[in-house]
């Protein structure tokens, strides 16, 4: 054999070698236990997970609670609906569960469906609100509210917002309602993307109205004022508003 092929077949065997090594590799991550692998293993306390898995098992989760839902007329057939939706999980959240307002007429026949996604964050309550539910000469007397999908709950990151409301008024200008506020950032991060809910109770506690404003950005240790309109009147007098931020991103 001339020294040439001697060396060819070293090159040929050290490929085929390091190919073997990869191989071998490959299948010890392949039997490597995993949170997605279908399986108990590791020290998770279900089929992929609680233990390491960021995953929390069904079983170790309360389950979300639905206070109450409305629904609110805007004019002329236009609607909001709001659910009032309680996370009792201390360190749990879980994110994009996907949701469905129903909407009967006085005869119980369904006329119209709003479905959604939205995040639970850990010990909070988190209005869902849908706006501008166009029903046309279709009036509904009752609406429901409901979760599509059972939540994912996993490890909360522990970050929450905390944006706080005060100096709030509420004030009646040629039949339009106008609630002011202001929103307060006493945290060092910027924050952007915010979305937030008003929702105004009579004395009875019962909500006779909700609505929707958004805030693009609100620098660190800052106050931007907010505003919320009803092209009406209230009929009952407001003894209680809650000004909840539902949406919003933090920039470190």
């Known amino acids: 054999m001339f020294w040439s092929e001697k060396k060819k ?5 050290v490929f ?27 020290n998770e306390e279900g089929i992929d997970c609680g233990g ?16 109450w839902n409305r629904m609110f007329l805007v004019k002329n057939g236009i609607y909001n609906a709001v659910a009032y939706v309680e996370n009792p999980n201390i360190s749990f959240q879980a994110l994009n569960m996907s949701y469905v307002f129903k909407f009967y007429d006085e005869n119980g026949i369904l006329i119209y469906e709003r479905k959604g996604k939205t995040n639970i964050p850990a010990q909070r309550v988190v209005p869902v609100f849908e706006e501008t539910i166009q029903m046309g000469n279709r009036i509904p007397k009752r609406t429901t509210f409901e979760f599509a999908s059972k939540p994912v709950w996993e490890k909360s990151a522990g970050e929450i917002s905390e944006l706080k409301t005060e100096n709030m008024s509420i004030r009646n200008e040629n039949g339009i309602t106008k609630l002011e506020a202001s929103l307060q950032n006493p945290t060092l991060n910027k924050i952007q993307n915010i979305k937030i809910i008003a929702i105004l109770f009579d004395v009875e506690g019962n909500a006779i ?22 092209p009406f009147e209230f009929a009952d007098s407001v003894a209680k508003i809650e000004i909840i931020p539902t949406e919003y991103t933090v920039l470190k």
């Open 209 to 230: 109205n909700s609505s929707k404003t958004a805030l693009d950005l609100i620098e660190k240790d800052s106050t931007e004022k907010i505003v919320f309109t009803w």
């Open 16 to 42: 085929i070698l390091i190919i073997i090594f990869f191989l071998f590799v490959f299948v010890i991550n392949l039997q490597k236990p995993t949170c997605n692998d279908g399986k108990q293993n590791q």
């Open 9 to 13: 077949m070293q090159y040929i065997v």
């Open 52 to 67: 390491v898995c960021e995953r929390i098992c069904s079983f170790s989760a309360e389950d979300v609670v639905v206070r």
